[in-house]
């Protein structure tokens, strides 16, 4: 009798052909050779691979010739339009040296203000600190003021009070009420 956790199962009827049991496979000398030549191969093949990729690459570049010597190799181009657009750009180039040069001297007086501006805040937020510091240090010698002020009249009301007390008692006890 099954328990009551395998009631559910029931036994195999139909058998995949895949776990079916297989008569063991034949074994071809000729094959294991084989093996062993194709793990060779995969060897070889890998140490090269890694050998090539270790290796930095390097590209071949095509010689770079002065001007006289690009003449002589392409005789039929001109470097004249290149010229033309060189000289064409210069004065582009020169307007906009001189208008960096210009925007940072413009630049230098909104610095010199921004940093005015800076160290005026600092000071003014560092009077505030110490205005507000100097308002609670105030405020703390206050409260201490007060509570002093307190213990001494409790001291003192409480010194009072025994005295009329003893002298109450002392009244009382000599009958002269």
Not at 125 to 137: E, G, I, N, P, V
Not at 157 to 175: K, P, Q
């Amino acid at each position: 009798m099954y328990s009551s956790k395998f009631r559910s199962l029931r036994p195999l009827t139909y058998v995949p052909e895949g776990l079916k049991p297989q008569p063991p496979h034949e074994r071809n000398p000729g094959g294991i050779v084989t093996m062993r030549e194709l793990a060779h191969q995969n060897r070889i093949t890998s140490r090269e691979k890694s050998s090539v990729a270790s290796r930095p690459q390097s590209l071949q570049l095509p010689p770079i010739f002065g001007p006289s010597r690009a003449r002589e190799q392409c005789p039929h181009i001109s470097l004249a339009p290149f010229k033309v657009i060189d000289r064409a750009h210069q004065p582009f180039d020169k307007a906009r040296t001189q208008r960096s040069l210009a925007e940072k001297d413009r630049e230098v007086p909104d610095m010199e203000r921004t940093l005015t501006r800076q160290r005026a805040k600092q000071e003014q937020d560092a009077h505030h600190a110490r205005h507000k510091y100097a308002q609670f240090l105030e405020e703390k010698r206050r409260r201490v003021q007060e509570q002093e002020m307190v213990s001494s009249f409790s001291q003192q009301h409480n010194s009072l009070g025994r005295a009329v007390f003893r002298y109450n008692t002392w009244r009382r006890e000599n009958g002269l009420q």
